[in-house]
């Protein structure tokens, strides 16, 4: 099947840093890719989705300045946590969607700010 | 009231068992049904996927969308333990579109 990657798959950093978290579609073109934030024992919430060549589109309640998205090919998405802080703490994961809506996830990426 | 309700669980069954996992929705424009498996710390995994009302079954693991009940099921028989995770549903209205999650069913299989 399709594949996604994202990388790192854990990173801790210290408060006020900015942290790159990168999705690639590694066998398959991605025209959008979607970011998404998991806290522990909740579902995925998405927070913002990533267009090719456009601007992003952000959810209700996502700071785009904070969260900033870079969709520069087809085949990679990163998001950028800017001026992490504790709270920012959480389980991101990004997905695109391949043929008949199948979405594909990347392993998901574990920040802890400290 | 959320979209996608899914009951937490945690839900333990002896090897075997046949294992049966719900969700229920709220928006009737949903068609794109799928059910992704998540291991602790990883990134959800693909499962099965469902277009519209209907089964569908692959090996161990048969999936059923209700529209007009606005249900979903996933089966799984002669569970193992291999099979513990948490387990995902997720719909959507449109191809390509962000999915809408349940908050994920937490499965333990036990020898």
């Known amino acids: 099947g399709a594949v996604v990657s994202q990388h790192p798959s854990r990173v801790i950093c210290k408060s006020g840093t900015s942290v790159k978290i990168e999705c690639r579609s590694l066998?398959?073109?991605?025209?959008?890719m979607f970011w998404y934030r998991q806290f522990p024992k909740q579902s995925l919430m998405l927070m913002a989705t990533s267009n090719e060549g456009s601007k992003a589109t952000y959810e209700q309640g996502v700071e785009k300045d904070k969260f900033l998205i870079n969709h520069a090919s087809l085949t990679l998405s990163t998001l950028t946590v800017t001026s992490a802080h504790p709270e920012d703490s959480s389980f991101y994961i990004c997905?695109?969607?391949?043929?008949?809506?199948?979405?594909?996830f990347g392993q998901g990426t574990r920040l802890t700010v400290v | 009231q959320k979209e996608v309700e899914q009951d937490p669980g945690p839900l333990s069954v002896p090897e075997g068992a046949i294992v049966s996992l719900n969700c229920t929705y709220s928006?009737?424009?949903?068609?794109?049904f799928m059910w992704y498996r998540q291991y602790s710390r990883k990134g959800p995994e693909l499962l099965m996927y469902t277009y519209s009302s209907g089964n569908k079954e692959d090996g161990r693991f048969t999936a059923q969308v209700d529209k007009s009940s606005k249900y979903i099921s996933l089966f799984i028989r002669d569970s193992q333990p291999s099979d513990s995770a948490t387990y995902l549903c997720a719909m959507s209205a449109y191809y390509g579109y962000a999915l809408n999650f349940g908050k994920g069913t937490s499965l333990l299989v036990t020898p």
């Open positions: 997905s695109a969607p391949h043929q008949n809506t199948e979405a594909f």
């Open positions: 066998d398959f073109q991605a025209t959008t």
């Open positions: 928006n009737s424009a949903f068609q794109y």
